[in-house]
């Protein structure tokens, strides 16, 4: 089964936890991560400010398989404070997108 992540990055904090949890079940040399939380603004757009963080996996994330195999949540979802953070089944990732439509939504696939 193939698996995508979802983030439902209009309700992130910024607090930087799944990066941290990301980076230590990895083991991951400084200056290295599977996902980093990226701050966008503030900046005005259309008449209204907007600031937003949004966790962005890298290339080395690779959903926490080995986790997931042991029917554990990855690492960044399980640690993620605001709980914006899903790794789902492809085949459930548009009805969940439906779902969650009044927020800001990414999806990533590996």
């Keep these: 089964m193939k698996y995508g992540m979802l983030v439902n990055y209009g309700l992130c904090i ?24 990226e701050q966008i603004g503030p900046e005005k757009l259309g008449g ?5 963080y949004v966790p ?10 080995e986790r997931m195999r042991q029917g ?3 690492s960044c ?10 790794v789902l089944p492809l085949d459930e990732m548009s ?5 969650i439509s009044d927020h800001k939504v990414a999806c ?3």
């Design 108 to 110: 990533y696939l590996p």
């Design 95 to 99: 009805k969940r997108m439906q779902e």
């Design 14 to 37: 910024g607090c930087q936890s799944c990066e941290i949890s990301c980076v230590k079940e990895k083991n991951l040399p400084e200056g290295e991560w599977g996902i980093k939380v």
């Design 77 to 86: 979802q399980l640690h993620c404070l605001a709980k914006v953070i899903e």
């Design 48 to 52: 209204k400010w907007e600031w937003d």
């Design 56 to 65: 962005v996996p890298s290339s080395l994330c690779d959903l926490c398989e």
């Design 72 to 74: 554990k949540q990855p």
